[in-house]
């Protein structure tokens, strides 16, 4: 039987850790074949892939076959993703803005989109596949796109998007907040929330709040298969638990509890290196 590894790594580079996550990676030992439903999260990852090529399905159907090296832009709607044969790929888990100061392109643009990467950013992923080629260790390999990624980053991005503060505030305490209470508070419009949350992160404020909190519900679900759905809704501010499966099934094209019967998407299953 085959058995896919699932593994996140830490970041080293100092530049870095202010906006990647973390790394993960999908090996397996043998060949097999992957069907997995992913789902909506309030960030971008970046996939290097060096097994057979990955097909993405979106909810509506449209399929698109990647080449070795690609991104998924913010999604608000769950995807398939297929690959059959040995499983070889590392991803790069950015936080909300993070990607930005990288592509150096505003975010909307790749809203709901699956893009190549040397499409946006130039001999990119050509030049990192070009010397991972010629190494075998994780680390090694890890160490190489850390070096590429801080070779290519724009530092005066990453201090214009520090010029925002209020961002990383709406960021960590986003499902309490009423956004035009918040924009009072922080002295800004709505439109210039509306705008930065486009450019920085690729969906309005409050689309970014309906992706979290459904977020933090699937997480609590999970962790306590045994609480009642209802209590769990209003334990994350659902007014109500209709309310709840509508947005779960937005999201995530099933019930709550239909999900619940269903394998974990690929990223729920990973431990940390």
């Given at each position: 039987?085959?058995?896919?590894?699932?593994?996140?790594?830490?970041?080293?580079?100092?530049?870095?850790?202010?906006?990647i996550?973390?790394f993960?990676?999908?090996?397996?030992?043998?060949?097999?074949?992957v069907n997995?439903?992913?789902?909506?999260?309030?960030?971008?990852?970046?996939?290097?892939n060096?097994?057979?090529?990955?097909?993405?399905?979106?909810?509506?159907?449209?399929?698109?076959?990647t080449?070795?090296?690609?991104?998924?832009?913010?999604?608000?709607?769950?995807f398939?993703?297929?690959?059959?044969?040995?499983?070889d790929?590392?991803?790069?888990?950015?936080?909300?803005?993070?990607?930005?100061?990288?592509?150096?392109?505003?975010l909307?643009?790749?809203?709901?989109?699956?893009?190549?990467?040397?499409?946006?950013?130039?001999?990119?992923?050509?030049?990192i596949?070009?010397?991972?080629?010629?190494v075998?260790?994780?680390?090694?390999?890890?160490?190489?796109?850390?070096?590429?990624?801080?070779?290519r980053?724009?530092?005066?991005?990453?201090?214009?998007?520090?010029?925002?503060?209020?961002?990383?505030?709406?960021?960590?305490?986003?499902?309490?907040?009423?956004?035009?209470?918040?924009?009072?508070?922080?002295?800004?419009?709505?439109?210039?929330?509306?705008?930065?949350?486009n450019?920085?992160?690729?969906?309005?404020?409050?689309?970014?709040?309906?992706i979290?909190?459904?977020?933090?519900?699937?997480?609590?679900?999970?962790?306590?298969?045994?609480?009642?759905?209802?209590?769990?809704?209003?334990?994350?501010?659902?007014?109500?638990?209709?309310?709840?499966?509508?947005?779960?099934?937005?999201?995530?094209?099933?019930?709550?509890?239909?999900?619940?019967?269903?394998?974990?998407?690929?990223?729920?299953?990973?431990?940390?290196?």
């Amino acid at each position: 039987m085959s058995i896919l590894y699932t593994t996140k790594y830490r970041v080293k580079h100092p530049i870095l850790r202010h906006l990647i996550k973390y790394f993960w990676v999908l090996k397996s030992d043998s060949q097999m074949v992957v069907n997995h439903k992913l789902l909506p999260v309030n960030s971008i990852d970046m996939i290097m892939n060096f097994a057979e090529p990955i097909k993405y399905i979106s909810a509506d159907g449209v399929e698109t076959v990647t080449a070795k090296a690609h991104f998924n832009g913010i999604r608000d709607r769950y995807f398939i993703i297929q690959q059959a044969g040995i499983i070889d790929v590392i991803g790069i888990s950015f936080f909300s803005a993070g990607v930005y100061p990288l592509l150096k392109v505003p975010l909307y643009e790749f809203k709901n989109k699956t893009m190549e990467l040397d499409d946006v950013i130039s001999r990119f992923a050509a030049e990192i596949e070009e010397k991972i080629s010629k190494v075998n260790q994780i680390e090694e390999r890890l160490d190489i796109i850390e070096e590429e990624m801080v070779r290519r980053i724009d530092s005066e991005l990453i201090l214009e998007f520090s010029d925002y503060k209020y961002l990383n505030t709406f960021y960590g305490n986003n499902s309490d907040y009423n956004v035009n209470q918040f924009c009072t508070k922080q002295g800004i419009s709505q439109r210039k929330l509306e705008r930065d949350f486009n450019k920085y992160v690729g969906i309005s404020p409050i689309v970014f709040q309906k992706i979290n909190r459904y977020q933090k519900t699937l997480n609590a679900m999970l962790y306590n298969r045994a609480m009642n759905l209802t209590a769990t809704a209003y334990a994350n501010n659902y007014y109500d638990q209709n309310h709840f499966i509508k947005d779960f099934k937005s999201f995530t094209g099933c019930t709550p509890t239909t999900f619940l019967r269903q394998k974990s998407a690929v990223k729920q299953i990973m431990t940390v290196s």
